[in-house]
Structure formats: C-alpha cells, structure tokens
C-alpha cells in the first residue's frame, strides 16, 4: 500500500496519484493534489504525520502504548538484541578512538560519539527494545487515567527489556574477549577498554546518576524525532547527533556500561600486568573493577538516573506541555485574514485567550464578506437575482444541532452516541460548551481497530478527536462558505500576490474550473464566543439552494436553460 505524500486540513491523507478520504468530513482528496488539502497545514520532513507538539506526543504514545502489549518472547528476544547492538556501537567507538595520540580531545571524542549513534539508529530501524527507549512507555501509563498499563505491569516491561538488554551485552562482552579483540593496536584497544572503565567507576553515586539523567533525556529526544519522519535515511540522520552530543559529553548510558564495565572485569585478568602499568593503570585504579563496585558505583545510580531523563524528563514533561496546548484547536492557515467576529464581547480574560485561538481556526470574515466581485462578472439579471438572494443568508440558515461530548466518553459510548443521533461526527467539548475537537466516525472506528475492538479499550474520545479545525460563526455570509467548499481559487486564478501568472501553460477558464475542486471540510462546527452552537454540513446546500430555486421560479424569475 502506497504511503501518504501529504494531510489534510482534518488529519486525513492520500497517496501519490490516488485518491484519498478525509478522516473529518469525508471529503475525498483528489489524485491531483498528490493528497494535501489546500488548507491543511502542510507536515514536516518527508511528509510525517505528526505537525504539532500534541501529534508527536500521540505518535510517541502510541509507540509506547505497543511496546506495553508485545508477548513476553518477543520482547525479550528484541531487547537482547538491542544490547548487542549497543555493545557493537561501544566496540565502534573504541576502535576509532584508540590511538588517537596528539589528536584533539574533542574531536576525538566527536568522531568516536558518531560511530556509537551506529548501536542507536539499528535499535530504532529495526524496532527492537532498549531499556532507555522503553522507559518512555511511561507516557501512555500516565495518560491512561482508568490504569488500564498498571503500574506493577509497566515496571515489568522495563524489567524484561533491562534483563533481555543485559543478556545480549554481556553476550557480545564474552565474545569479545574470546576473539581476542583486546589486542589490537598492540593491546591499546584492550588499555582503552580499561581507562575508560576505570574513569567511569570514578563518579560519585550524585555524578554518576545526573550524568544518567543528561544521558536519556537526549536519547529519548532522538527517538522521538525519528517520529517526524518515515524516510529511513532521515530517521538515522535525526538520531545522530542527540545521540553524539551524549556520548562525547560523557553522560552515562546503563546498557553501554552494562557491556563496557564487564568487559573491564574481564580483561583485567588477560591482559599483561605489565602493559597496564606502562600506561599509567597501576593496582588501586584496577582494584575498582569488582563487581559489587560495579553494580552498586555505576549500573544502579545511572539506571535510575536514565528512568528519570527518559520517562519523566522526556515523556511525562512533554506529555504535560502537550495537555497544555489541547486547551483549544492549533491553528489552521487560511489564505484569509483572521475572522474578527470571534476576537471580540467576551469578559473573561480566559474567554478571550480561547475565543481569540479559535478565531484563528475560523473562516476569515474578510473571506466571508467578499461578495459578487469574486464570481464571474458576465452573469444573466436571473443569476443576480439568485446571487442577491443568497448573499442575504448567512451560516445559521444551514445550522443544525450536534451533539457534544466530553473528551474521556470512551470510544464504545460515542459510537453509540453517532448511531443515536444519526450523525457520523460529534464536538468534544470542554466546561461550557468551549469546542476542543470533532469526532467522527472514522476516528472511532481507527481507535476501535488499534485496539482489537475490546469493549474495555483504553482510548478516549479525546485521543482520538481531531484538532485542527475549520470553524464559522452564526451570522457569517453564506456566499464564501459555499465558496469554500466548493471552489479552490488557487487553482481557478493562479497568480502571485503581485498579480503574476504562475500557472505554467496558459488553460482556458473552463478547464481551470473543471480543475479547481476544493478539498475541504464538509461538516463545520458553528461557534459563537468560543461555544458551539451546532454544525454546518454540505449536504444541506442541497435542500436550501434547492428550495430557494423553487421560491425564486415560483415568484415569476425565470428558471435558467437547462
């Protein structure tokens, strides 16, 4: 199946030189757009999905929330193998940093920090478990306020992936030191091994906890950039540097250490007493490398200091500014100024931040009050007559009620809900009847899917609803409404805003129009001062226009040729 080139305004997308379907309003998006509504918001990097904060953190959540559910095998068997990769990534920066002589320090370090990222970009290509990512499953067991993840399970997972990362690190430790790899370079590789051990087992249990914390909180910012995009090649390049910045910084990784430290363990009985002591290794810097030192000096204090880089740091913080920014819809740009008749007579100064954050999401009353200059000029006396009569209309003339929900009605009861009223679509609403979101019926059956249709799934209308809306208000002009959904005036007049044609080859009106179709929301909520009101569905244009047809034939204004 061919993967989305591009969003629309409602979250939905389509392929490349096929039609897609808005996931709001079912509006089709034509193969001629390459998929992309013209007033969506366009997505980042290699058309991903997510475009905002609050969509990174459901992409991530939803990551996480998969992790939860993988049978024990299988996430075992992942997270050994992410502990190979990561002691192949620390085989890497070895190598390329031993013998590094009068080079300079820091880059050095740089080069070596590149070379390790290798261990992170296999963990995340081939989506296998690293403790240090799998903390971030933390995300999906806060917001799951009915506990679904419990706590005992959550702490299980990570115990698994820990257990299954440290079998596959001290696996490739053993073979290692089985193949003799500390002898290249004459044995520096092996003296490198052992300074670099020693340095780490130097750390207080404080330093050695924060450099743990520094550690994952670039780690899982690596992890979830690669969420902004599908492209293989950019994902690796988005992981690279959070991960050398760590690495060179020297922060403290507890899956790298849990191969690098047993690895010194190890050696220390190979290796010839007297080349350690020719580089400056003498018996109390050796002594060090105990396991109790190992274990209680190191492994635990950067474990628990990566817990708090990742899953708090990282994933809860991030989660808590999302939940900030889910107070009202993101903006949608139009090619219209924002519409003033929602920035203005509400008191409350908290009423006027959202009603001024919806008016950005709003149809532009610039847009709505364009009227017979923005249609052909050439028009019949009946055709004026219509276009009058229409112009006197405005958006209640096709309102009708729509039901409201709140954001935690689980996915079951809004389903219901639609069946009831006989609706595809539902507001999710806030205290007051504020509009944050719309739900349809496709959003729910996706969440339904996501979670084999139990009946006791954790999603909620509001993981679910979308955000970025298109909004009107009741007394808005009903002429550029009908305009918006039905005409793409880029496409009709493509020219610049300095007048210029940029259409390419010349096309005659006519084909521009046949051309011209807009790939817009055909159910808009209606809102007044930040409150919803009702909705306005396209559909409806068919009865009005079709009874003011009738009324205008009636009244002895001649009905147009067919």
């Not at 050095?108 to 971030?136: I, K, Y």
């Not at 909180?217 to 690279?240: D, E, N, P, Q, Y």
Request: overall charge neutral; hydrophobic content about 50%; proline content about 4%.
């Amino acid at each position: 199946m061919n993967r989305a080139t591009g969003g629309h305004a409602c979250g939905a997308s389509g392929g490349a030189g096929r039609a897609g379907v808005c996931r709001v309003c079912g509006e089709s998006i034509g193969a001629e757009s390459a998929g992309v509504c013209r007033v969506g918001v366009g997505s980042a990097l290699d058309g991903a999905n997510p475009q905002s904060l609050s969509a990174l953190v459901d992409a991530v959540c939803a990551s996480g929330a998969k992790k939860l559910t993988k049978p024990t095998g299988q996430r075992v068997a992942e997270a050994c193998y992410a502990g190979m990769f990561i002691a192949l990534a620390f085989v890497f920066y070895l190598t390329v940093t031993t013998g590094a002589g009068d080079a300079p320090w820091g880059l050095v370090r740089l080069v070596g920090a590149l070379a390790f990222s290798v261990g992170l970009m296999l963990v995340v290509l081939l989506q296998v478990e690293l403790f240090t990512g799998t903390v971030l499953t933390a995300m999906p067991y806060v917001r799951d306020v009915r506990g679904k993840a419990g706590f005992r399970q959550l702490l299980s997972v990570w115990a698994q992936v820990f257990v299954g990362n440290a079998v596959g690190a001290l696996f490739m430790a053993l073979l290692i030191v089985l193949g003799g790899v500390w002898q290249l370079d004459g044995g520096l590789w092996g003296i490198q091994v052992m300074s670099t051990a020693t340095h780490k087992l130097h750390h207080s249990a404080s330093e050695a906890f924060f450099l743990g914390v520094l550690c994952n909180f670039l780690v899982c910012l690596g992890i979830w950039l690669t969420h902004l995009s599908r492209s293989v090649l950019t994902k690796a390049a988005l992981l690279m540097l959070p991960v050398a910045l760590f690495v060179s910084s020297g922060f403290e990784h507890s899956i790298a250490n849990l191969f690098l430290l047993p690895l010194a363990w190890l050696l220390q009985s190979l290796m010839p007493t007297s080349l350690l002591l020719s580089h400056g290794l003498d018996v109390a810097a050796l002594s060090a490398l105990t396991p109790a030192n190992i274990l209680f000096a190191n492994l635990l204090p950067v474990t628990l200091g990566n817990i708090v880089g990742g899953a708090l740091l990282t994933g809860v913080g991030f989660l808590a500014v999302a939940r900030l920014s889910k107070t009202s819809p993101p903006t949608t740009h139009y090619p219209y100024p924002a519409n003033a008749a929602l920035s203005a007579s509400k008191e409350q100064p908290e009423a006027q931040a959202e009603e001024a954050a919806l008016s950005r999401t709003a149809l532009s009353r610039t847009a709505l009050s364009l009227k017979a200059k923005c249609y052909q000029s050439a028009v019949t006396e009946e055709s004026q007559t219509m276009n009058s009569y229409l112009s006197t209309l405005n958006v209640s003339s096709l309102a009708e009620p729509i039901v409201c929900i709140d954001r935690g009605v689980s996915l079951w009861q809004a389903l219901k809900q639609m069946n009831d009223a006989g609706s595809t679509c539902l507001a999710v609403v806030a205290g007051g009847g504020r509009l944050v979101g719309m739900l349809t019926l496709q959003d729910v059956l996706r969440g339904l899917w996501a979670e084999e249709f139990s009946l006791d799934g954790a999603y909620v209308a509001g993981d679910l609803m979308s955000q970025t809306l298109s909004t009107v208000a009741p007394d808005d002009s009903l002429l550029p409404l009908i305009e918006f959904w039905a005409v793409d005036r880029s496409s009709l007049f493509p020219v610049s805003t300095e007048g210029h044609w940029i259409g390419g080859h010349y096309q005659a009106y006519e084909e521009r129009l046949r051309q011209a179709s807009a790939s817009t929301p055909s159910v808009l909520p209606v809102v007044q001062a930040g409150v919803v009101e009702g909705m306005v569905r396209r559909e409806r244009l068919l009865e009005l226009m079709t009874s003011a047809f009738c009324e205008r034939s009636a009244s002895g204004v001649a009905a147009p040729a067919n």
